[in-house]
């Protein structure tokens, strides 16, 4: 176990709606990022938040936005979801640069 | 842009075989480099990491890797396999961009063990 959680651990949505995945950081760890993972592939970077403050993104829409609060946990919400949206999202958290701890993922279908 | 490289995509072994994946990656300048494994229904965990030093790197649960500059290469390797070695494998290069260090995925190495 890494320490790292998120919720819920499954989810159903229609295409349209808007979701929010949460995520706890490993305790300690102050950099949290979001990893998508499509069925067959290897993750795909999201975001990443330091300190509050999304400091790095992938090649993501706007519509895949995010929040880091103080005690370091964070939300990645999602508008207007797509079919191509479904995946497993995975939270990583680190301290400062170190290695990234990943959290058991949310497994999201949209339908 | 960096980009990492799995060429076995499915891997069927029998207990007790030596394993061998590959990962290639693209940047020529200073890497940090990580081999994740993903079993099923759990969740990423690390194997092993390389950032500096001997290029022979071990990891948990008797994987090891080896770093080859000149390759450009970081394969996983295991004398003997266990069944409970199922699961998929992830090779991944640290990119830094300015305060940004995002984790760069192969597309996975799905290995089977046969008991």
């Known amino acids: 176990e890494t320490g790292v959680t998120q919720s819920p651990t499954h989810l159903i949505k229609t295409r349209g709606q808007q979701v929010t995945l949460r995520c706890s950081s490993q305790s300690g760890h102050n950099t949290v990022s979001w990893y998508q993972q499509a069925l067959g592939q290897g993750p795909q970077f999201i975001f990443q938040y330091y300190r509050e403050e999304e400091n790095g993104r992938g090649n993501f829409p706007p519509r895949f936005s995010g929040l880091q609060f103080p005690n370091y946990s964070s939300e990645l919400n999602v508008n207007a979801l797509e079919l191509d949206d479904s995946a497993l999202y995975l939270c990583?958290?680190?301290?400062?640069?170190?290695?990234?701890?990943f959290g058991p993922g949310t497994r999201l279908t949209v339908t | 842009a960096q980009s990492v490289s799995q060429h076995n995509h499915h891997v069927i072994l029998s207990e007790a075989a030596s394993l061998e994946l590959g990962c290639n990656y693209s940047?020529?300048?200073?890497?940090?480099l990580f081999w994740y494994v993903q079993y099923p229904g759990q969740h990423l965990q690390l194997l092993l990491k390389?950032?500096?030093?001997?290029?022979l790197v071990k990891g948990i649960k008797g994987f090891e890797a080896e770093f080859i500059k000149s390759k450009f290469s970081f394969n996983l390797r295991k004398p003997s396999v266990q069944w409970s070695d199922t699961a998929e494998y992830f090779c991944?290069?640290?990119?830094?961009?300015?305060?940004?260090?995002?984790?760069?995925f192969g597309t996975g190495t799905l290995l089977a063990v046969q008991p």
């Open positions: 990583a958290s680190s301290k400062d640069s170190g290695g990234k701890y």
């Open positions: 390389y950032f500096s030093g001997d290029p």
């Open positions: 991944a290069v640290l990119n830094y961009g300015g305060a940004t260090n995002k984790l760069i």
């Open positions: 940047y020529g300048g200073t890497v940090n």
